[in-house]
């Protein structure tokens, strides 16, 4: 039986390289993502070595993802691992001046985006059942915070404590579910959290060596091949020029 592979935000980043790296190991690829354009670029790229459906999908839209859900092909039913990758960052500013726009679209996306997927794919995945993964991607800020994390790393630890729950009620499933949390890298991710700032964005990664999107997506296929006994739980990887600062203290003049 093919491997299938459903992955969420394949239109870049590391979805898009995941997506990459499961082809190489012959793995079906179900790819979601709001632009369609960029899902049939991919799908030609990678079609002619394996099984590709795509479907142009906002994962905010709970009953889109089951509709895309309930409409796969046969072949691609048999979910093997779900990537839950689809996420953005807005407002890097300080909580104060944040949009409280910006704020609802992180939430809609990062935590309410992964549990409609989840819960729609997550029969597919009981089906398969043992050697079957949920792949959540996390963040550092789900677990460190930083000047303005705010409601980004409160997503990211939501997706940190629903993979871990997670874990408790699939015990007898045979389905596995990791938090991978990745520190700082360079997709366009930035550009995204930055609104289109180029020099914003680049400053970020200025003379320093920032994770990419192909060293993650080894990371999921790591985890997604691993023999069916061992279910990593978190995976926190960060760059090793990336590390943490001392505590802020507020002082009088
Ligand atoms: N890069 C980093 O430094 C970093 C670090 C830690 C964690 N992460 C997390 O890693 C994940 C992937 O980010 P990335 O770095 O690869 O960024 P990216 O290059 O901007 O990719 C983000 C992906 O998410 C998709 N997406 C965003 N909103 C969506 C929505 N409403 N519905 C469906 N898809 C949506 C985008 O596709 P469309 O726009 O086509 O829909 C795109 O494919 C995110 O969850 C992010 O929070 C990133």
């Known amino acids: 039986m093919t491997n299938v592979a459903f992955i969420t935000g394949a239109t870049s980043g590391f979805g898009r390289a995941t997506a990459r790296r499961f082809a190489s190991e012959g793995w079906a690829l179900v790819l979601t993502g709001r632009r369609l354009e960029r899902l049939e670029d991919l799908k030609a790229e990678l079609e002619d070595r394996v099984p590709v459906h795509i479907a142009a ?72 059942g043992t050697g079957s993964s949920i792949i959540n991607i996390g963040s550092v800020a789900g677990e460190w915070p930083y000047p303005g994390s705010h409601v980004y790393g409160a997503t990211k630890a939501f997706v940190k404590q629903f993979s871990l729950n997670l874990r408790c009620d699939l015990l007898k499933t045979g389905v596995r579910v990791t938090d991978i949390a990745p520190g700082a890298a360079e997709t366009e991710f930035t550009m995204v959290r930055t609104r289109g700032n180029q020099a914003a964005s680049d400053a970020i990664y200025r003379n320093t060596t920032p994770l990419t999107a192909e060293d993650i997506a080894d990371q999921i296929v790591y985890v997604a091949t691993l023999p069916a006994h061992i279910a990593i739980n978190r995976l926190e990887i960060m760059s090793q020029r990336q590390a943490w600062s001392p505590f802020a203290v507020d002082r009088d003049a």
Do not use: K, Y
């Open 57 to 128: 999908l906002d994962v905010r839209d709970a009953s889109a993802v089951q509709a895309v859900v309930d409409e796969l092909p046969a072949a691609f039913r048999c979910v093997t691992a779900l990537v839950n990758n689809a996420g953005l960052a807005l407002a890097p500013e300080p909580a104060p001046q944040a949009a409280l726009a910006d704020w609802h679209t992180m939430i809609d996306t990062n935590v309410t985006g992964l549990v409609n997927t989840t819960h729609a794919v997550l029969p597919l995945l009981i089906e398969t």
